[in-house]
C-alpha cells in the first residue's frame, strides 16, 4: 500500500509562534505514524515560485495523511499555524508501481 504525505511550503512570520505550532504537531503526528522526511533544510527553487521553508511528511497511508489533517487535534495547533505563517500543504498518495 502506497504512503501518504504532506508537502508544506511556508513563510514564517512570527518564529516564536511558528514553534508553538511545531511543538503541538509533535503528538499529533505520532498518533497517526507521520515522520519528517524534510524539515525546512536547504532548498533551491528552480522553477515557479517559492517559499522560505519546505516540509515533506511522510504517514504509514493516503488515508491517515487525510486523517491526520482533518483531525479535531490538527484543526486545534492549525489555528497556531495560521497566526504565525502562511502557505500551502498537499496531501499526496505515494507511487509503489514500476520505476525506471
Not at 502506497?2 to 508537502?7: D, N
Not at 505520532?30 to 533544510?41: E, I, S, V
Not at 490538527?74 to 496531501?91: F, M, N, Q, T, V
Request: hydrophobic share 35%; aromatic share 12%; with cysteine.
Amino acid at each position: 500500500m502506497p504512503k501518504g504525505y504532506w508537502f508544506a511550503r511556508v513563510d514564517v512570520n512570527n518564529l516564536d509562534n511558528y514553534k508553538l505550532y511545531a511543538t503541538a504537531i509533535q503528538p499529533i503526528f505520532k498518533k497517526f505514524g507521520a515522520r519528517y522526511l524534510t524539515r525546512g533544510g536547504r532548498s533551491e527553487n528552480v522553477e515557479g515560485e517559492n517559499r522560505s521553508r519546505n516540509v515533506v511528511i511522510e504517514f504509514p497511508d493516503y488515508e491517515a495523511a487525510l486523517a491526520c489533517y482533518r483531525s479535531p487535534e490538527y484543526a486545534e495547533a492549525k489555528k497556531l499555524r495560521a497566526s504565525a505563517s502562511a502557505g500551502d500543504i498537499i496531501i499526496l498518495e505515494g507511487y509503489d508501481g514500476p520505476q525506471p
